[in-house]
């Protein structure tokens, strides 16, 4: 590998050193690619890419998708999407307070890869918690493993942490859009590595369990996930990248108060 690699916080994801987005070749792609895929989420930091830049870094990495729930950045770019808190924001942010896996709640046909840049920044707060579902399944007893082996998962968007989202609706007086429900086996094979896909954000069940309690076995793996040991809280810079496989990342916004903070975010299948 040419390419400088430090691990995160316990172990979670891996930065990626010295380099700089607007002057890299065909092989450095893959090496990014190939870093991706063996730690699940990868920081570049500071590269202040412009909307043009970024929108072909995300489509050497995968194709983008239009994700219609968020607003776009504009028409040139419609695989950007702006996420925005302003000062006066009282709910909860986007996505925040429960560990999920972006739309966890699809079929077959759903996006791998999210990737966000900070495009503003408040100082010392508005971090993004990271857990590696890699690590968490391999701390995981052999008895539990044994149970869960072929296991399978009912994801929903209406799940947990849609109640933030819901709440947001209703203020607006917006119609709710009508719930997605989805099945995955919550341990997956990515890399060569087993890793626990359970979304606690969208989980609604599991099934197929081996000698064991399912709805208990719920709450085990929920717990067991967002343990202390397993997380890297992400304090972003201006111009950061993160770019995350929601295969074998959780991820979750910490609370942010009383600040205007920026991101763009793109979705890649
Ligand atoms: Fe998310």
């Not at 909307?51 to 998708?65: D, R, T």
Request: with cysteine; aromatic share 8%.
């Amino acid at each position: 590998m040419n390419l400088s690699i430090t691990p995160g916080t316990n172990n979670v994801g891996a930065y990626i050193n010295n380099i700089d987005l607007k002057k890299i070749n065909q092989n450095q792609f893959i090496e990014i690619k190939k870093i991706l895929n063996q730690f699940g989420v990868i920081f570049i930091t500071k590269q202040n890419l412009n909307p043009e830049s970024y929108q072909n870094f995300a489509k050497n990495i995968g194709q983008p998708v239009v994700y219609p729930r968020l607003k776009g950045l504009d028409k040139k770019y419609p695989f950007i999407n702006v996420i925005e808190r302003k000062p006066d924001d009282k709910n909860l942010s986007f996505g925040s307070s429960w560990l999920h896996q972006d739309t966890s709640y699809l079929s077959n046909d759903r996006p791998r890869y999210t990737m966000l840049m900070g495009i503003e920044i408040p100082l010392g707060q508005g971090n993004t918690i990271f857990s590696s579902g890699f690590n968490a399944y391999k701390k995981l007893p052999d008895k539990i493993k044994d149970q869960i082996n072929d296991a399978t998962g009912v994801f929903s968007s209406s799940g947990p942490i849609a109640i933030t989202r819901l709440e947001r609706e209703k203020e607006m007086g917006i119609k709710s859009s009508d719930s997605i429900e989805a099945e995955h086996p919550i341990v997956k094979t990515v890399n060569g590595k087993k890793t626990l896909y359970i979304s606690p954000g969208h989980l609604m069940k599991i099934k197929n369990v081996k000698n064991a309690d399912a709805n208990r076995l719920k709450d085990y793996l929920i717990e067991h996930v967002n343990k202390q040991e397993f997380m890297f809280s992400y304090e972003w810079t201006k111009g950061d990248i993160c770019l995350w496989d929601n295969l074998s990342i959780l991820h979750m916004a910490s609370e942010i108060k009383n600040c205007r903070r920026v991101m763009h975010r793109i979705t890649i299948k």
